[in-house]
T-cell receptor, first 118, second 120 residues
Framework: EAGVAQSPRYKIIEKRQSVAFWCNPISGHATLYWYQQILGQGPKLLIQFQNNGVVDDSQLPKDRFSAERLKGVDSTLKIQPAKLEDSAVYLC????????????????FGEGSRLTVL | AQKITQTQPGMFVQEKEAVTLDCTYDTSDPSYGLFWYKQPSSGEMIFLIYQGSYDQQNATEGRYSLNFQKARKSANLVISASQLGDSAMYFCAMREDPNAGGTSYGKLTFGQGTILTVHP
């Protein structure tokens, strides 16, 4: 089974430029998450999708960050314009839809996209 | 208020010895899940172990066990027989289930992490 795919793995941009990250979740996983992980800290949720609808975007800086999940499969996270403090690893994760049974609700993470803003 | 607290920024352990990584949590939901993830220097997040709030027994997965003390709201990870490959950052995380029994899962909230270094 293929894991969560993310690209690009690394991106270096100047402040005020824009950047986009792409994520393809595990096939059949209805829930998709974008997390921001600043160096030395735990991941922080930016946005959660259930199929193609937003469940939680309370911590997404909406003046500069946007995300979409068209057709309920892959997703794009965009930052425009970028600030120095946006330097971080952006982790995409997915989880299966159904609760109960043997599912624990664990999140399956991609390898992350490391952003450096100069 | 922080929901997940990991008070040990760094821990050291000798190879083949056991180590306990601390985690306390705060929630008012009766239904929740607790997770531990490992993040090596390569960056990927690796799921280690899960404990449900209603589980009667402490979870175990190979060399990993979770010391779940519900009344104290703690969920410490115990790694037995440490190996050099265990050196990594370890995160405790919690999922609150306000709609327990529903058809979708909630987000995970992560702690700050503990860096574990295993010495030969």
């Amino acid at each position: 089974e293929a894991g969560v795919a993310q690209s690009p793995r690394y991106k270096i941009i100047e402040k005020r430029q824009s950047v986009a990250f792409w994520c393809n979740p595990i096939s059949g996983h209805a829930t998709l998450y974008w997390y921001q992980q600043i160096l030395g800290q735990g991941p922080k949720l930016l946005i959660q999708f259930q199929n193609n609808g937003v469940v939680d975007d309370s911590q997404l800086p909406k003046d500069r960050f946007s995300a979409e999940r068209l057709k309920g499969v892959d997703s794009t996270l965009k930052i425009q314009p970028a600030k120095l403090e946006d330097s971080a690893v952006y982790l995409c994760a997915s989880s299966p839809r159904l609760a109960g049974g043997k599912n624990t609700g664990e999140l399956f993470f991609g390898e992350g996209s490391r952003l450096t803003v100069l | 208020a922080q929901k997940i607290t990991q008070t040990q920024p760094g821990m050291f352990v000798q190879e083949k010895e056991a180590v306990t990584l601390d985690c306390t949590y705060d929630t008012s939901d009766p239904s929740y899940g607790l997770f531990w993830y490992k993040q090596p220097s390569s960056g990927e997040m690796i799921f280690l172990i899960y404990q449900g709030s209603y589980d009667q027994q402490n979870a175990t997965e190979g060399r990993y066990s979770l010391n779940f003390q519900k009344a104290r709201k703690s969920a410490n990870l115990v790694i037995s027989a440490s190996q050099l490959g265990d050196s990594a950052m370890y995160f405790c995380a919690m999922r609150e289930d306000p709609n327990a029994g529903g058809t979708s899962y909630g987000k995970l909230t992560f702690g700050q992490g503990t860096i574990l270094t295993v010495h030969p």
